[in-house]
């Protein structure tokens, strides 16, 4: 058995002749005291939590899916205290209706298509990267921040063009959190690539929010024929809204004057933005948003997408980029 001393993936490997159960194994491998914990979640999936001094992330192993984003009011919590201080992310309090579908909110990563497949119906909405396996590359901290380094753990399960690609998600948390999730094509043809970080952010009540820095961008509503309109002023909610804007003005503001924050959001490698909102009846739909949740959550997803696809020639790369910032009001 030969074990990569920097990569294995999240599944019982012996050292010696002593099996490990994952969390042991990760601890032992990637934990840092204080800073790189893990433990198991509800349904078993190995989960790490990233402390930095003022804030803190949980990520599942299973779709690199960052889960809860705690900013911290006053001290990092001690090893075994929980988090105090504020969720800045949406998560669905119920468990998904497809148990091969994530768990509802968070920052699930839509790769390698975003939406619908482009041609094939049978494949997965959003992707594989979701549902897939990733294992740990390496975590590392300095006095503000904690990182970690994610890739898939088994590209055989990637289907054409996407089998010659590479994708490494590296997450930062500090005063601020950084999502990149590089993709390099290392095959012989053209790769055409769409993708989002479709982060679903905590809000005090929908219909008070807005969401600054699309004024005058187009969008294409997927609620509308896919017509393209334009913004005017900024986005507001009374009802399901899902959009897909162009624009590579960056940042976008979610003003939450209920909860005295706005979360300013910076790009780079992304020339749109998805808004979503599912309102009631769509949420019902779903049955995963939990009782009223809809009326806590907006979606602005960093993402390329719609007219924003991405082509990306033998042995190039690409990183698509989130920074998340929060100030109080
Ligand atoms: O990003 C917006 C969207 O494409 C909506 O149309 C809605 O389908 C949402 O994603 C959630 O998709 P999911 O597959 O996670 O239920």
Known sequence: MSLCPWAWEAEGRLFGDTPLNPVAQAQML????????????DSEGLLMTLTAPSSEVTVALMGGHVQTWTRFRGEAPGPTDAP???????????RPVDPAKPRRGGIPICWPWFGAHPSDPDQPAHGIARTAAFKLLGTWVDDERTHVQLALADRSSLIAPFANCEISIQLS????????????????????????LHTYFRVDDIAEVRV??????????????????QQTGPVTFSEEVDRIYTTSETPLELLDTSAGRRVRIVTSGSRSAVVWNPWIEKSKRLGDMGLEGYRQMVCI??????????????????????????EDL
């Not at 105090?84 to 119920?94: A, C, K, Q």
């Open 301 to 326: 997803e960093t993402a390329n997408a719609g007219h924003d696809r991405i082509v990306l020639k033998p042995r190039l790369a690409h990183r698509l980029t989130a920074i998340l910032s929060v």
């Open 173 to 196: 948390v500090g005063p601020d959190l950084r999502l990149d999730l590089t993709t390099m094509n290392l095959g012989d043809d053209d790769v055409d690539l769409s993708q989002a």
């Open 30 to 41: 990637f934990g840092i005291p204080q800073r790189v914990g893990f433990s198991l979640d």
């Open 212 to 229: 600054e820095g699309l004024e005058g961008a187009s969008y294409i509503d997927a609620l509308d024929g896919w017509l393209e309109k």
């Open 84 to 94: 105090v201080g504020d969720e800045i992310l949406w998560l669905s309090p119920e």
